[in-house]
């Protein structure tokens, strides 16, 4: 029998804590050499997108994928599936929008738990979509951050988000003026938006900060200019497999020498201590987001051995005689 789980079980499985935690354990996990990840794949079509990630996790006996086709104006179809590494059946199926939004937060969380500064106290946050809630949520889960300043271009959304998330964390959350005041006086700043083009000139950046770019997981999407990137002492990436084929923001830098795939440091040797984060409080430091499948697994994993302890989700006939 395959445990189904649909969006509402794993909203009520997944915490942001619980998930940031997995996700740490997936980059190590896959900087030992214990877990695989397999960039994702897209098949374009004129009325839509299909994407493919793969990933293995030998040490929690799963291999498995997650599926999305996206359309626009319509609800995102994803879903991931769960199969025994060893005996090769399917676990667990599970809808996956929400799984993805709070892993995607997670990654930042885990990367503001080592590249921001420990006394970081106030948030510079671009957008205020879906996927702005979980990075919120998660910064405010590694550092106690008390102040959060919100920039769009929609000003009535981002108060409405401001209004939402007010309740949802301890910070005072509130619009900034301006792009300038979003990053100036930030301890650490999020970006979060579909952008082509650069949010904010990175001479406004000032010493200290840590950037953790997310938005940008396609070559012809750009939240950070080229100054920010020559700027930054330290740039760490999710996979820097996945950057080459989808950083929009490193592009231009790696086209004009400013940096090279080879000498940037995959989060999973920082978590590992492989490779130095942050080791003084003047460094800019730069996360670059994309997102993995290993990130995926490891936190299906969590809402999987969640859901089997609390009897949830749907058992389906699949697989059996």
């Not at 420990?118 to 671009?126: C, E, T, Y």
């Not at 102040?147 to 509130?174: I, L, P, Q, S, Y």
Request: glycine letters at 10%; aromatic letters at 6%.
């Amino acid at each position: 029998m395959v445990l189904y789980l649909n969006e509402s079980d794993v909203r009520q499985l997944l915490t942001m804590p619980a998930t940031i935690d997995a996700v740490e354990r997936a980059f190590a996990a896959r900087a030992r050499g214990k877990a695989f990840d397999i960039p994702r794949r897209r098949t374009r079509q004129p009325g839509g997108h299909l994407h493919i990630l793969q990933a293995s996790a030998p040490e929690l006996n799963l291999i498995g994928y997650k599926a999305y086709y996206n359309q626009p104006g319509r609800p995102i179809n994803t879903l991931l599936h769960m199969m025994n590494h060893a005996q090769g059946h399917t676990e667990a199926i599970m809808q996956s929008d929400w799984l993805s939004q709070i892993r995607t937060g997670a990654a930042t969380g885990v990367a503001a738990r080592y590249l921001a500064h420990p006394d970081a106290r106030v948030l510079g946050l671009f957008g205020s979509g879906r996927h702005a809630v979980t990075q919120l949520e998660a910064v405010c889960a590694v550092r106690d951050i008390q102040e959060v300043k919100v920039f769009g271009r929609d000003a009535a959304r981002v108060g409405a988000f401001c209004d939402k998330m007010a309740g949802r964390v301890a910070a005072t959350v509130r619009p900034a003026q301006s792009r300038e005041e979003t990053v100036r006086g930030s301890d650490i700043i999020v970006t979060m938006t579909k952008s082509a083009e650069p949010l904010f000139d990175g001479r406004w950046l000032e010493p200290g900060q840590f950037i953790a770019a997310t938005g940008s997981n396609a070559l012809d999407r750009r939240e950070i200019d080229t100054e920010t990137v020559r700027r930054a002492d330290v740039i760490v990436v999710d996979s820097r497999e996945v950057a080459q084929g989808e950083c929009g923001d490193l592009l231009p830098a790696y086209e004009n020498g400013l940096v090279y795939w080879e000498n940037l440091a995959d989060m999973g040797d920082v978590v590992t201590g492989r490779w130095p984060g942050r080791t003084s409080e003047a460094q800019i430091t730069l996360f670059e987001s994309h997102g993995m499948a290993v990130q995926d697994l490891y936190a299906g994993a969590v809402a999987l051995d969640l859901a089997r302890e609390r009897g949830m989700g749907l058992a389906l006939p699949i697989g059996t005689a």
